[in-house]
């Protein structure tokens, strides 16, 4: 990692000789000199960054006796096989020196060997960077939990239950079962507190939820872009992540240091992720609406239009930050098998099959809904040529079981599905392209109807049918 205090010297004594002050006196330097020579230093920082590996700075309570801090031994021995690891002790935290914008992750380690001094770190409160906090009482310190008694762990139990289904998908490992190689036990927090907007990852039993978090993650923002809190409700500045089952590190398996690696590999590339978003913090707009206010006494009638273009700003930026960060998604969701439907020459309206919608995730916005018509086989009972008469509008309909009313899904042309004498012909999947999201927009149970289909002649018979709803949904 570049020596950034080296660096900044020689650009300084070379400022110094340009500007012809060799006695080491900076006060001939102007603002302007002062703040170009922090932007190039800052600019060739982030190109230097972008070349690089993730750099990590692990904070640890002793480094003078690291080699004998087991725990942080097998932390720092992880993080390197991710990215440069730093070591720095609380000191190294508490003399306010550290230029911390050169790293990717700050890790806090175990306190098993030797115990924080939690003053020391009250930098890390406000660093606008990720940091991986692996023990609770630092943790709390930082305004991320409560007090929780510790006690025998159930993590190892606890991964075994879901490691079939969890850890093999998400890992691949088809060997450990467990997180630590022997008895251990991994630190909890609580993290109940209502100014959190915590997610649960792991916990120490499956029903104590986030009164006994293991691991558990605070976003810096929601998914609308709303900043989210510490515990003491100021505005959290990056993502902060605790880790109770590393506070024994030593003690972890090959599934349990895979855990580890792929967490801090996560947030070093959430850490140097170029952002693309809009956004501007309620707080920042305030200020500048104050300041505009200041303003108009200095500017007359023209700061009034100034206002009133960062108040239509606000606008802006208000409806980008409800909008940004969204994602969509698509879920498919079929009825069950309708062994026919039979459609004649009269006008009848047969009951199709419904669909249930379930397991769309809270919060979800329903953003376009098509209606789906699928069935096996198609057949001409009549001794002649048959098709759809559409010479009356004959659709496809939906309506929510118990609200609502039948909405158009798919539309059918005249002289559709042309038929030969008692032919019988392979299916197909007709797929709707009108947008039901007004009718279809929750998790529900919907019914079909086909309204006035009609045949030239009796009969045209649909074999094992089913309709379906393909929902594109934003969370």
Known sequence: MPNWKQILKG?????????????????DVTQSEAASLAAFVLNYRASSRIHNQARICLIVPDLANLASDLPNTAIKAELE??????????????????DWGVYDLIVIGSNTYAAFTDANL????????????????????LKMGGTQTQSTSDVNEYCETIHNRVMYLVFGSVGDKAIFSEAAQSDRLDMSDAQLTEQILMVDTTADGNTKAVIGWLPIESPVGVLNELSDGSEIPAGRL??????????????????????????????????????????????????????????GTPAADISADILAIKGVVDAIQTNQGRMLFSMDFWSDLQEEVVVTGAQTTPTLPSVVIADLPAGATIVRAIGIFKFRMVENTFAGVNKLDA???????????????????????????????????????????????GEVDANDTYDFQWLNAKADQNNILFNDVQVGLRILYSV
């Open 81 to 98: 096989k991710i990215g440069s690891v730093t070591a720095l002790d609380e000191a190294g935290v508490d003399d306010g020196q550290e």
């Open 122 to 141: 009250d930098d890390m409160i406000t660093v606008k960077i990720p940091v991986m906090v692996c023990n609770r009482d630092v943790a709390m310190h």
């Open 391 to 437: 010479a009356a509008a004959l659709p496809i309909q939906v309506k929510e079981t118990s609200a609502g009313s039948f909405t158009t899904a798919i539309d059918f042309v005249d002289d559709a599905f042309t038929l030969a004498d008692t032919a019988r012909e392979g299916g197909d999947v007709i797929i709707g392209d009108n947008d039901i999201a």
């Open 242 to 299: 605790f880790t109770g089952c590393f506070v024994n590190a030593d003690k972890l398996t090959a599934l349990g240091q895979l855990l580890l690696r792929r967490i801090a590999r996560n947030l070093t590339e959430a850490s140097i992720t170029p952002s693309i978003s809009l956004k501007a913090a309620a707080s920042q707009v305030a200020a500048i609406l104050v300041d505009t206010a200041d303003m108009q006494p200095k500017l």
């Open 11 to 27: 650009y300084v004594d070379s400022l110094e000789t340009a500007l012809g002050n060799l006695t080491g006196d900076m006060s």
